[in-house]
């Protein structure tokens, strides 16, 4: 039999490929594999949203540069982040760890820490887990759960044509964050010099060490009673993500490069290492800002929502999946954020 490497299909491509043969029997599961998280129904008045996302050292996390408390409470967001771009509230967490010999005790208590933080934070209960040794490193398994009111989950299969397209906050920030700390990390094997040159990057290095899932900007959507036609975070980049919405939708998308926000601490790390703060925004990940789509009806609406931008329509499927430069110049976008198995 052939065997195909990994990297021919990509994360994307596995995960269909692996999850294509199974169907669901129970009638509690009303959407299963495709979304941010899967959605389960046993009650009239409230569904349950449920997401879970595995870490693992030198794939995910750099412990050279990631502080274990950071790191817990990274761990946490990035699931929260799915609940709440299902229009959910998380309630419940489940935290498992695989470490190896080199951690200590209080290096764990710091894990714990940030995850603990995390939970305060967000009114959300550790209720379980389970903890294994491992040969090399460490690995953390979360699973969140959470609560959205009946009817009320948003999937990324809704947008329909003319819909708005929306984002929170702003992007490219963790990923410049990112080449700030892979900097000082490569200055320090080189030279063994003891002290990164960090100051004045605060912006760029919280939003990657300590990013926010927004339950700000679902609780400001239900004040303004708008319900997004369709949502998705933001965890491999905005050109992935959109992907993503389109192709469940069956639908094309407007996108307008200078719509796409970007902070003034994001463009000035960009500009220092040369990289146009537009590719940093579509392609680098991990901002957890959540993209989303609403009625065009909810235009004065949605305008009154703080820290949300509105950077494009939705269009039909065969007008495809466009960026507008500012010369009104049309580029097909693709997808170049993160990929599990291409690197
Ligand atoms: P996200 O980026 O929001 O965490 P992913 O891209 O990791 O979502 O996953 C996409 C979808 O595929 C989700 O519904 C997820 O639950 C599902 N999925 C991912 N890996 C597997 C797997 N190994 N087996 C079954 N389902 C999976
Ligand atoms: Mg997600």
Known sequence: MTQTALSEIGEFGLIDRLTKGFTTVNQSTKLGVGDDCAIMSYGDKVDIVITTDLLVEGIHFDLMYCPLKHLGYKAVM???????????????????IAVSAKFSVEALDQLYEGISLACKKHSVDLIGGDTSSSITGMTISITAIGEVEK???VKRSGAKPNDLICISGDLGGAYMGLQILEREKHVFTKTGSQSPKLQGYDYVLEKQLKPEARKDII?????YNIKPTSMIDISDGLSSELLHICRRSSVGCKVYSDKIPVNKNTEKVATEFNIDPLTAALNGGE???????????????ISMVSDVCIIGNITTSNEGENLITKQGEKIKIIAQGWNGFSH
């Open 78 to 96: 990035v699931n929260l982040s799915d609940i709440y771009a299902m229009n959910g509230t998380p309630k419940q967490i489940t935290v498992s």
């Open 151 to 153: 009817d009320m989950a």
């Open 219 to 223: 609780e400001r959507l239900t004040k």
């Open 287 to 301: 901002d957890y800002e959540l993209l989303f789509t609403v009625d065009i009806n909810d235009f004065h609406k």
